[in-house]
């Protein structure tokens, strides 16, 4: 639960006292020469058979769009390989010692896959789960860096280290979930055509700290919440994108409010997560219910 609640929250982290020793840009015209590390050391490869996805030969735009992303394609088809395909960065460490954290700019197509678990090794073989992104992925570049992860005791002062992001299936539907996933199944993804891209990845040695929220005034209240009533409020008052998930990342409430309560009486007790947005800027709040 305690990682989970890491995960969630560092896509809103900033970083403190860090060092970037190697990041992948991606901005050449060209895959084979993309994949080549923009500093530092380290090596990029396409997993699980998925296929460079161009654009009249060439990469796509990335974030920001006068640059270029790394973009795949040829995902497993639905029931088939989760956890196998998607992007794997290999980078020694061997000359900075924990803490390591990484960063990077992902991008889903509408037919893509909205689930991403992060996975890392210390050994080179075996592969241990850090997380995943709750389902959260978008066809869009809207921040940079979008994620942020501190990664665990070990990864630092290792040439061994290894780190990826795989297509997962969907914890609540046993199966893909693509980007404009409705919350009903049938999911559209039933298909391999979605893509995925990659921007500014970057390996550094420190830790990220969370940044303070953006949204002015944003109170989310009471927490614990023991009446099954949840109040969200702000200085603007304006309508907000109030999505929960609980801590295995499944989606349970997707609404939209200005200044009335949400009934979370359904929900279980326990903790979950609440995503705010409001007016483009978005905040991720623990919730517990009682």
Partial sequence: MKKLY?????????TM?????????F???????AMLPTTGSGTFSIIGGVEDSLTAGLMPAGNPSTGKAYSIKTFPATLTASGTA????????????DPIYVTFDPRGSNTASRWQQYEYTTDGTNWIVLGNNGGLLTNAFTANP????????GCGGNDAFRFRIVSIFDPGTGDYSAVNYAGTPPSTYGTTGGTWRIDNVAFGQGTLAVQENEIAGLQVYPNPVTN???NITTDNN???SVILFDVLGKQVINTTVTDQP???ASLNKGVYFVKITEAGKTATRKLVIK
Wanted: proline residues 7%; aromatic residues 12%.
């Fill in 86 to 97: 998607g992007y794997e960065f290999a980078v020694p460490t061997g000359a900075f010692p």
């Fill in 262 to 264: 949400i009934n979370v």
């Fill in 6 to 14: 890491t995960l969630l929250f560092v896509a809103f982290a900033a």
């Fill in 17 to 25: 006292n860090a060092q970037t020793f190697t990041e992948w840009n």
């Fill in 228 to 230: 099954g009533i949840l």
């Fill in 238 to 240: 304006d309508a907000k």
């Fill in 27 to 33: 901005d050449d015209l060209v895959p084979a020469t």
């Fill in 146 to 153: 979008m994620v942020r992860l501190n990664l665990p005791a």
